[in-house]
Nanobody
Framework: QVQLVESGGGLVQAGGSLRLSCAAS????????MGWFRQAPGKEREFVGA????????SYADSVKGRFTISRDNAKSTVYLQMNNLKFEDTAVYYC??????WGLGVTGRNEYIYWGQGAQVTVSS
């Protein structure tokens, strides 16, 4: 079965950096676009960014553009989320997800993702 295991979350001061990793197994990782989402307490889960299956295309939410970077290593079946200049409002549980259809470019709608990780807590202190 497909498993996504996230790591790298934690507590950081505003202005600091963290890198999340998401290791996938049980699927042909290189064939699928990957997305990152986040959910703050009392809020809906929202799109953060996505990367195409080949890593040729990335997209980001306006709120993180210029601060967050998504990359992937298909040889390691791992996708990364580098978060710089973190703000208090970035505090949330972060989830990686597999896009439903293979060979995708990475879409924004959460209903287009079929497998989800368990989530990694990111807490930014102000």
């Amino acid at each position: 079965q497909v498993q996504l295991v996230e790591s790298g979350g934690g507590l950081v001061q505003a202005g600091g950096s963290l890198r999340l990793s998401c290791a996938a197994s049980g699927l042909t990782f290189s064939a699928y676009a990957m997305g990152w989402f986040r959910q703050a307490p009392g809020k809906e889960r929202e799109f953060v960014g996505a990367i195409s299956y080949s890593a040729s295309r990335t997209s980001y939410a306006d709120s993180v553009k210029g601060r967050f970077t998504i990359s992937r290593d298909n040889a390691k079946s791992t996708v990364y989320l580098q978060m710089n200049n973190l703000k208090f409002e970035d505090t949330a549980v972060y989830y990686c997800a597999v896009e439903r259809r293979p060979w995708g470019l990475g879409v924004t709608g959460r209903n287009e993702y079929i497998y989800w990780g368990q989530g990694a807590q990111v807490t930014v202190s102000s």
